[in-house]
């Protein structure tokens, strides 16, 4: 079924470019530009079952149509339904259970839709709301870091449409539950464009329909999609395909989406696919939607982990480690982030830190020791310390991901990777190796077929490390998740022996074990109680930590910090 355009006034799509909406046009009401935070009550009654989707693109309008039924399960008995849909896109029309609602039965004046239903719902009941609404969306200003559509145009002057909604959230184009537990269970997607253009989308491709003016409508199915990885991608794509043979004993489908003229840099893109699966099937466990497909698509803006179609838009840029690190760092959230996902945005670290982490352990992988610790060190550099990384409160995506809202910012990703990769250390890598499958499959054996999408907190991971080790590893959370400043060692030589001492945030407890090397010969010191002490010959060269296991506070790296932003402001 199409989208009729009489949901969209003919006038809207006689625009002139001088009435097209700019970078964050139309203005977002604040409860729309907010996504996750504590969840309304009248909300976690709602169990999401499915979203049907049809969407309409008018790339020359920058306006689109929608028709979104949703079905639910009630978790306790339901009067209304509150569904968050940005105003900017009014509805025209709300049926539940297939009969048309009066219009003095909805209402969406600040960007939460409240329909009154006809009849309470008693709990464990089922009710169905189709929604149809239009309008001009807002408009990215600088996506991803701000969320919104990206208009553009590709270089021989088609329409380049993408999304993104991670930060605001789903409700700037469709009618969702803006929170991270809000997914629904299955997706179906009906998107239709302009005769001429393609639209890659999530999951896996049911058919595409042409219809008599030449318009196409292309029709995916996703199973468990997180909110902000439903994604519009509309342009004049080229495709590559092929299949991936997993050491799971599945085949895995592969595409890559760009634009024509493209070839050679795409083919050596799509080159990196199967090795760079290969390594997380290894190093982690199975793609988590293998049935569906691995896809990636060339959009007008950076990039995003939207669920099997990842934005891609990295210009194929070279790097000295030999891959492409947008397309790895994309690629890692589907395991951190749309199959392990955050219960809440205060634990964001659980996706990006461990997709950062990936980057230098995906070059350990490939070529050692030596590109692991070249790549770490760059990301020690960015560390800042400014807030916790976990606040303990639940918190919008903006309050976590903006440092002015007092959220850890850029920490969740590099203070997050560098406490992996001491957890690595402290714990090991057969520990590692099951903590961080317990933590994505819910299992120690997974396979195509025996896991879904799952919720996890900072207190979940912090549990499954005491489960695999048997230990108690609190006070190592306690400092990298839930201070901001770093632990400090403090070091002393006298009496021919080196004393060593750890000061963390608040004189908490802290034994983490340390490497010393003394006259090159290295041993490990357990820091009972934070202390240590080892002899050391007169004259003997001493070196704390030589392979940076540690995170640790460093005067060095302060001093370069200082310095850089010195030099930035200067300029």
């Known amino acids: 079924m199409r989208i009729p355009t009489a949901v969209l006034p003919a006038a809207a799509l006689l625009l002139g470019a001088a009435d097209l909406p700019g970078p964050g046009e139309p203005a977002l009401t604040p409860q729309t530009a907010r996504s996750g935070g504590p969840i309304d009550p009248e909300q976690a009654k709602l169990s999401f079952d499915a979203a049907d989707l049809r969407f309409e693109v008018f790339p020359e309008a920058e306006r689109i149509a929608g028709v979104a039924t949703l079905s639910f399960t009630a978790r306790a008995p339901l009067d209304r339904l509150l569904i968050d849909l940005d105003r900017n896109l009014p509805v025209s029309a709300v049926a539940i259970d297939g009969v048309a609602l009066p219009a003095r039965a909805w209402s969406n004046p600040e960007g939460k839709l409240t329909i009154t239903l006809p009849h309470r719902v008693a709990a464990g009941g089922r009710v169905s709301a189709r929604i149809t609404y239009a309008g001009t969306p807002h408009v990215a200003v600088k996506a991803p870091w701000d969320d919104g559509f990206v208009w553009a145009k590709t270089p021989d002057g088609h329409p380049w449409v993408a999304t993104t909604a991670e930060g605001n959230g789903c409700d700037l184009f469709w009618p969702c539950l803006d929170f991270p537990t809000g997914r629904p269970g299955v997706a179906t997607l009906h998107i239709t464009v302009p005769a001429g253009l393609k639209a890659p989308s999530n999951g896996k491709l049911l058919g595409v329909d042409t219809l008599a003016d030449g318009r196409t409508t292309w029709n995916w199915r996703v199973k468990h999609p997180t909110t902000y990885g439903i994604a519009l991608n509309v342009g004049p794509y080229e495709q590559l395909s092929g299949s991936y043979k997993s050491r799971f004993g599945n085949t895995i489908p592969l595409f890559y989406w760009y634009l024509p003229g493209e070839d050679t840099q795409a083919r050596a893109l799509f080159a990196e696919f199967a090795p760079t699966l290969d390594f997380f099937e290894s190093e982690i466990g199975p793609y988590p939607f293998g049935d569906e497909k691995l896809g990636v698509v060339e959009t007008p803006h950076k ?260 310095w850089r932003d010195a030099q930035r402001k200067a300029q």
């Open 303 to 562: 990039g995003m982990e939207h669920q099997t179609i990842n934005a891609y838009g990295n210009g194929y840029a070279k790097a000295p480690e030999g891959f492409d690190w947008l397309f790895q760092h994309e690629l890692a959230h589907e395991w951190f982030g749309n199959q392990l996902s955050a219960r809440d945005w205060d634990d964001f670290w659980l996706h990006e830190g461990y997709a950062t982490y990936m980057q230098p352990f995906y070059g350990l992988w490939r070529e050692g020791d030596a590109r692991y610790a070249t790549m770490l060190d760059d990301q020690r550099n960015k560390i800042t310390n400014l807030r916790p990384m976990v606040s303990g409160a639940s918190r919008t995506e903006e309050d976590v991901y903006r440092i002015d809202r007092g959220g850890p910012g850029q920490d969740i990703y590099y203070k997050g990777a560098w406490m992996l990769h001491t957890l690595r250390w402290l714990i090991g890598d057969r520990a590692f190796r099951d903590v961080t499958r317990l933590a994505v499959y819910g299992r120690s054996d997974p396979k195509p077929g025996n896991f879904t999408p799952r919720f996890v907190t900072s207190a979940d991971y912090q549990a499954i490390v005491t489960r695999v080790t048997g230990k108690d590893y609190g006070w190592f959370f306690d400092v990298y998740l839930r201070q901001a400043a770093l632990p400090d060692l403090l070091s002393e030589r006298r009496d021919g022996a080196l004393n060593l001492h750890w000061a963390a945030p608040g004189g908490r407890p802290f034994p983490m074990p340390l490497a010393v090397r003394v006259a090159g010969r290295t041993v490990r010191l357990a820091m009972a109680n934070g202390t240590g002490r080892i002899a050391v010959a007169a004259g003997a060269h001493v070196v704390i930590d030589p392979d940076a296991r540690v995170l640790r506070r460093s005067a060095a790296v302060e001093a370069y910090q200082a």
